[in-house]
């Protein structure tokens, strides 16, 4: 059973930061992306950043230069820096990823349960 768990959510000040962590625990075989995604109450998610095995990285154009995501691998975690934080920010983050397990010819897609992060002006 696969399972992505999101941590590092938590309340912080405009102009704070904050790092969330996303890690895929089961019987693993490939991990290809792995994004985060965030949702405001009543609205659809977003797409915040994504990225790729092979380590490409994309942003959504109200977080670029404020936000990074990195990945190891080797933990088959994903990271988000939330930098310069804004009111605006506040957001459910959630974590998604596509995995092959290692009792399956595919891969599949996965959502974490998220994470709260709360801006505080």
């Known amino acids: 059973q696969v399972q992505l768990v999101e941590s590092g959510g938590g309340l912080v000040q405009a102009g704070g930061s904050l790092r969330l962590a996303c890690v895929a625990s089961?019987?693993?075989?490939?991990?290809?992306?792995m994004d985060w995604y965030r949702q405001y109450p009543g609205k659809q998610r977003e797409l915040v950043a994504t990225s790729t095995s092979a380590g490409s990285t994309n942003y959504a154009d109200s977080v670029k230069g404020r936000f990074t995501i990195s990945r190891d691998n080797a933990k088959n975690t994903v990271y988000l820096q939330l930098n310069s934080l804004k009111p605006e920010d506040t957001a459910v983050y959630y974590c998604?990823?596509?995995?092959?397990?290692?009792?399956?010819?595919?891969?599949?897609?996965?959502w974490g349960k998220g994470t709260l992060v709360t801006v505080s002006s």
């Open positions: 089961g019987s693993i075989s490939v991990i290809n992306r």
């Open positions: 998604n990823a596509d995995i092959r397990s290692s009792n399956s010819p595919i891969l599949r897609n996965y």
